[in-house]
Nanobody, 116 residues
């Protein structure tokens, strides 16, 4: 059974940093790409950052220069370093991994709250 477990969320003051991590178990097929999404109350889930197996990254404009995604395909882990956090970054963050076969696997989500 495939399971993705996120960790690292929490409450931080504006300007602070957090590092989210996601580890997968039970995946049989090779992972093509990994990503972090977030969903704030009343909003749709949005893609925050992604990284392919070749290391190509993509970020939503609102986090460029502040967030950094990194992944390890051999270990099936993905992390998101978040710096200079803003209140508008408050959301539940989800990791997702997609296999070469096209299967999507999601984590259960971790809460990030940015507030003074």
């Amino acid at each position: 059974q495939v399971q993705l477990v996120e960790s690292g969320g929490g409450l931080v003051q504006p300007g602070g940093s957090l590092r989210l991590s996601c580890a997968a178990s039970g995946i049989i097929f090779t992972i093509y790409d990994m990503a972090w999404y977030r969903q704030a109350p009343g909003n749709q889930r949005e893609l925050v950052a992604s990284i392919t197996s070749l290391g190509s990254t993509n970020y939503v404009d609102s986090v460029k220069g502040r967030f950094t995604i990194s992944g390890d395909n051999a270990l099936n882990t993905v992390s998101l370093q978040m710096n200079s956090l803003k209140p508008e970054d408050t959301a539940v963050y989800y990791c997702k991994m997609r296999s070469y076969r096209g299967d999507d696997y999601w984590g259960q989500g971790t809460q990030v709250a940015v507030s003074s």
